[in-house]
């Protein structure tokens, strides 16, 4: 047989019959599509949430407030939500988790080497992946639509309960503000530039946590007790509630025209400190009001009742409590800086954060009764089933 004509034959046994490799690589694309299908149905109920809230949002709410909402637009919204926002951040809170687990538990000679490996066995794992895609999913739903309902508060119902507000701060308060209780304790100039930064790093925080959650290898009821908490804080009290009693917090008491402010002397004191040291809370507030008098689009939506800050750093330190003593502890002294910092930087009354403390404490209880039922379904049971076979072949193939 001629050479050429050998490996004609050669190429057309080729093309016919596969290599091994490609086989392999089509088996398990589709046993991972057969088990993400089962960790879907088990993540059902986070799911469930996240679209009624999104199809709520986007087809009943934003449109009495007189904001369109096109499909193909709400489509655009999550995959620039996804690939801008939630994806980097989650890659960055992963990062810091992992840096930190070695830096405390590991202690590698080379940490960079080390870092690198452990991110790409991370995030290669197949149980966590089960795990984390369906809560991403869920996630960036849920933020879209929550983003959209919190910019469209003052068309819904234009703030009105701030005179309130500040009144119920006075009168538990015995006549006098919180804002002035703090400031002989906190207003020195050193100490209010460490609670800026320490509410800065709530956002860091709360992501820090959700992404250790979601990546959780197993699908405990702890972990979607938490998520469920979290989704009804949000939603109850970021949507629903926020809507109903639509304030704007003391920083924008004179903005809207309630004179005299009693509040001018703290921005007053937080614009001396920013001199000094900066003061990131002034830059922010300003934005937010430009993006509120529609001078930008970028950063908008605000919402002082109840503090969506205190309500998740204190579900933070409950779970933290669950999770081990020295997190919960740490996680615990992190809520009370953010009470703190939230009336001490002029964001909220203090009203805002006990309403959170209560709000967040109810969703919690209430979670958990309902992640008690859930966890006992064939589809939830089904997937832990999964997670421990594939618990078992990666301890037999180690």
Same mark, same amino acid.
């Given at each position: 047989m001629p050479c050429g004509e050998f490996m004609s034959n050669s190429s057309v046994f080729k093309a016919r019959f596969p290599s091994l490799t490609h086989s392999f690589k089509e088996f398990t694309q589709k046993r991972f599509i057969a088990e993400l299908?089962?960790? !879907?149905? =088990? $993540?059902?109920?986070? +799911?469930?949430? #996240?679209?009624?809230?999104? !199809?709520? =949002? $986007?087809?009943?709410? +934003?449109?009495? #407030?007189?904001?369109?909402s096109a499909v193909t637009a709400d489509i655009m919204d999550i995959f620039k939500m996804l690939l801008l926002m939630v994806v980097p951040v989650i890659f960055l809170s992963v990062l810091v988790n992992r840096f930190l687990y070695l830096a405390i538990h590991v202690r590698p000679e080379s940490p960079t080497?080390?870092?690198?490996h452990e991110l790409k066995d991370y995030f290669s794992n197949r149980r966590r992946l089960l795990n984390a895609i369906p809560m991403t999913l869920a996630m960036v739903l849920f933020i879209t639509a929550y983003v959209g309902i919190k910019?469209?508060?003052?068309?819904?119902n234009p703030f009105s309960w701030d005179l309130t507000f500040d009144d119920w701060d006075r009168i538990l308060h015995f006549g006098t503000r919180p804002w002035e209780w703090l400031q002989p304790v906190l207003g020195y100039k050193f100490v209010t530039f460490i609670i800026n930064v320490g509410y800065n790093l709530w956002f860091m925080v709360m992501w820090m946590v959700w992404c250790f959650l979601a990546f959780s290898k197993n699908p405990t009821r702890l972990r979607l007790q938490f998520f469920l908490s979290f989704m009804i804080v949000w939603l109850i009290g970021g949507s629903v509630l926020a809507v109903a009693?639509?304030?704007?917090?003391?920083?924008?008491?004179?903005?809207?025209?309630?004179?005299?402010?009693?509040?001018?002397?703290?921005?007053n004191y937080l614009y001396e400190v920013n001199e000094v040291f900066p003061v990131w809370a002034l830059a922010t507030q300003e934005l937010l009001w430009d993006?509120?008098?529609?001078?930008?689009?970028?950063?908008?939506?605000?919402s002082a009742m109840p503090s969506m800050h205190n309500a998740t750093a204190v579900l933070l330190a409950l779970v933290g409590w669950?999770?081990?003593?020295?997190?919960?502890?740490?996680?615990?002294?992190?809520?009370?800086?953010?009470?703190?910092?939230?009336v001490h930087l002029g964001w909220h009354?203090?009203?805002?954060?006990?309403?959170?403390?209560?709000?967040?404490?109810?969703?919690?209880?209430?979670?958990?009764?309902?992640s008690g039922w859930w966890v006992k379904t064939n589809w939830h049971q089904h997937h832990e089933r999964q997670i421990e076979e594939l618990g078992s072949s990666e301890v037999q193939t180690s």
């Open positions: 299908k089962i960790s !879907l149905k =088990a $993540h059902g109920l986070i +799911l469930f949430i #996240a679209i009624g809230y999104f !199809l709520a =949002a $986007h087809l009943t709410v +934003l449109p009495l #407030a007189g904001h369109e080497k080390a870092l690198y910019a469209a508060i003052p068309a819904l009693f639509s304030s704007a917090g003391p920083v924008y008491f004179e903005e809207l025209g309630l004179l005299p402010d009693p509040y001018a002397p703290l921005m993006g509120y008098l529609g001078k930008q689009t970028t950063v908008v939506g605000i669950k999770i081990s003593r020295p997190i919960g502890i740490g996680l615990t002294a992190f809520a009370v800086l953010i009470l703190l910092g939230s009354y203090a009203i805002d954060g006990y309403f959170a403390l209560v709000l967040a404490l109810a969703s919690w209880w209430i979670s958990g009764l309902i």
